[in-house]
């Protein structure tokens, strides 16, 4: 009886064992070069994050802890101070939430060691409908301002999620290093910061697959530094059961399963 007890426990684990690699093989890519910091890697020494929300620096966490590990040089810049966001759990008044989730990032931001953040105040869910000619004149000041030979941001065409704010800050970025690239004047690289295809094209549903069709090859992977992700949504109280609403599981098991993170790097004018 207890052999036999013992060689169910033994199956079960292997079963067990199998299924999580099998998950967990879903949010990765094989393919791109496992590197243990981006910004090391590529040899930057300032790096600027450009995204639409607070909260989104949460995709690029290892990334700017590495940075701050190895002595460099980093800024964020965030489009809208998340007003129009929903809370998750409710912290406070609705009209009192972008001053909260400007707080949460800037706290967040702290946490990770960022030298400079600056939080501006397009609307929240209306960023995909600023001129995108603002949008590049801004970011190009800001990439003036912070000398970065590093920027990171969305991929233009899937945002990472599919959010039309996230695409637009993405082209923003993208448009405004390029053009300050070729005028002798803007960053080395752009990096991408991308959500994982295979996982998105088996368990997103219809959504997961556009997405998934829109994401490009990861070109480097590299540790996504779980424990800051999880203290950075307790600093974003107001989104803090966000993982468990979207996703069905809390933010550990989510994590355990997705400990990477996935860029796609250009260099420009390479």
Same mark, same amino acid.
């Given at each position: 009886m207890k052999r036999a007890l013992l060689a169910a426990a033994g199956l079960t684990a292997a079963v067990i064992g199998a299924t999580f690699l099998w998950l967990a093989g879903h949010f990765t890519d094989p393919a791109a070069e496992p590197v243990p910091s981006l910004a090391a890697a590529l040899g930057a020494r300032r790096?600027?994050?450009v995204f639409a929300h607070p909260d989104d620096e949460q995709l690029v966490t290892g990334l700017f802890v590495r940075a701050d590990q190895e002595g460099l040089f980093t800024a964020l810049v965030t489009a809208t101070r998340g007003d129009a966001?929903?809370?998750? #759990?409710?912290?406070?008044?609705?009209?009192?939430?972008?001053a909260i989730r400007t707080a949460e990032l800037l706290k967040n931001g702290f946490a990770l060691g960022i030298d400079e953040q600056e939080v501006w105040d397009y609307l929240d869910g209306g960023v995909h409908e600023v001129p995108i000619d603002e949008l590049v004149d801004r970011v190009e000041r800001a990439i003036r301002r912070y000398q970065p030979d590093l920027v990171v941001s969305f991929w233009p065409e899937s945002g990472?999620?599919?959010?039309?704010?996230?695409?637009?800050?993405?082209?923003?970025?993208?448009?405004a290093a390029k053009r300050l690239h070729a005028a002798g004047a803007g960053p080395r690289w752009h990096a991408y910061a991308l959500t994982p295809r295979r996982a998105l094209a088996r368990f997103g549903g219809e959504s997961g697959r556009r997405i998934a069709d829109a994401t490009p090859d990861a070109t480097h992977r590299m540790p996504g530094e779980i424990d800051a992700k999880l203290r950075g949504w307790q600093l974003h109280a107001s989104q803090r059961d966000f993982v468990r609403e979207v996703y069905?599981? #809390? #933010?550990?098991?989510?994590?355990?399963?997705?400990?990477?993170?996935?860029?796609?790097?250009?260099?420009l004018g390479g």
């Amino acid at each position: 009886m207890k052999r036999a007890l013992l060689a169910a426990a033994g199956l079960t684990a292997a079963v067990i064992g199998a299924t999580f690699l099998w998950l967990a093989g879903h949010f990765t890519d094989p393919a791109a070069e496992p590197v243990p910091s981006l910004a090391a890697a590529l040899g930057a020494r300032r790096v600027l994050g450009v995204f639409a929300h607070p909260d989104d620096e949460q995709l690029v966490t290892g990334l700017f802890v590495r940075a701050d590990q190895e002595g460099l040089f980093t800024a964020l810049v965030t489009a809208t101070r998340g007003d129009a966001g929903e809370q998750a #759990p409710v912290v406070a008044r609705q009209r009192d939430l972008g001053a909260i989730r400007t707080a949460e990032l800037l706290k967040n931001g702290f946490a990770l060691g960022i030298d400079e953040q600056e939080v501006w105040d397009y609307l929240d869910g209306g960023v995909h409908e600023v001129p995108i000619d603002e949008l590049v004149d801004r970011v190009e000041r800001a990439i003036r301002r912070y000398q970065p030979d590093l920027v990171v941001s969305f991929w233009p065409e899937s945002g990472a999620t599919g959010n039309e704010d996230h695409m637009r800050v993405g082209l923003a970025a993208e448009t405004a290093a390029k053009r300050l690239h070729a005028a002798g004047a803007g960053p080395r690289w752009h990096a991408y910061a991308l959500t994982p295809r295979r996982a998105l094209a088996r368990f997103g549903g219809e959504s997961g697959r556009r997405i998934a069709d829109a994401t490009p090859d990861a070109t480097h992977r590299m540790p996504g530094e779980i424990d800051a992700k999880l203290r950075g949504w307790q600093l974003h109280a107001s989104q803090r059961d966000f993982v468990r609403e979207v996703y069905g599981v #809390p #933010p550990r098991v989510l994590y355990w399963l997705w400990d990477e993170e996935l860029y796609r790097v250009v260099e420009l004018g390479g």
